[in-house]
């Protein structure tokens, strides 16, 4: 489920963030490697994203699998938000915003014309649709110029 937030400043500037949660049912291939796609429109055009986060509240396990990372990007850079980070033993990931490590980003500060967040998610020793348990909130943070 999707949802989006907004606020503006006195100089213009709307800030506002979207949100992303996802569950293991969520991920349903029978292939190690799975994406979910934020909802369109739910990131306004020409938007700057400039931190992300990801919050694990329950692991993502099942079957055989050994090993599982979540990362946050687009399809032109499937980790321009957030580098992999361990959502098996949740041990890379960040309950808290710590600015800068672990689960967060500033993201690359460029104006984006459409943009389309997508999660990945990469298993090893069993695939996707093997998943038993797993939930995780991504959230974007983002500013736009009401003139842009």
Known sequence: MSSYKQHSNDEGW???KVELYVTHTDFEA???SD??????PIFPANAIPYKASMQLTEVFAGGSISAATMQLGDAGDADALIAAGD??????????ETHGSGAESLGSAVMEAAYAPIL??????????ALTTGELMATIYYMKHANG
Do not use: Q
């Not at 959502?87 to 808290?96: D, E, I, M, W, Y």
């Open 14 to 16: 709307e800030f506002g």
């Open 30 to 32: 029978a292939a190690t």
């Open 35 to 40: 994406t979910v796609t934020f909802a369109s």
């Open 87 to 96: 959502v098996f033993t949740g041990s890379s990931l960040l309950a808290a």
């Open 120 to 129: 990945t998610l990469t298993l090893t020793g069993d695939n996707c649709d």
